[in-house]
């Protein structure tokens, strides 16, 4: 998939994932999960993992006990392409 968003599809980010907040200083999106506990985190984490394998675009996490930080960001690209918006869209589908 090509390379960075444009602006015009960088215009519509805010409105096409409410949930997940631009990274100050990287051109990358961010969003927090919390869940009822470990096991809800890493299960979480496991079907997002299959997500992004299947995909072949892969996030940045990190994990505490029942909090996931994801951060979407396509190094290729240097910086957010239409693989972190799909890969986001397909997460906060999973979710709601």
Excluded: C, Y
Aim: charged content about 25%.
């Amino acid at each position: 998939m090509g390379g960075q968003l444009s602006e015009a599809e960088r215009a519509g980010l805010a409105e096409a994932l409410p949930d997940w907040e631009m990274v100050e200083g990287r051109d990358a999106l961010f969003r927090s999960f919390e869940f009822a506990d470990f096991s809800e985190a890493f299960a979480f984490m496991t079907r997002v993992a299959l997500l992004a394998e299947k995909a072949g675009h892969h996030p940045e996490w990190f994990n505490v006990w029942n909090r996931v930080d994801v951060t979407l960001s396509t190094h290729d690209a240097g910086g957010l392409s239409a693989k972190d918006v799909a890969l986001a869209r397909a997460i906060d589908a999973m979710v709601e």
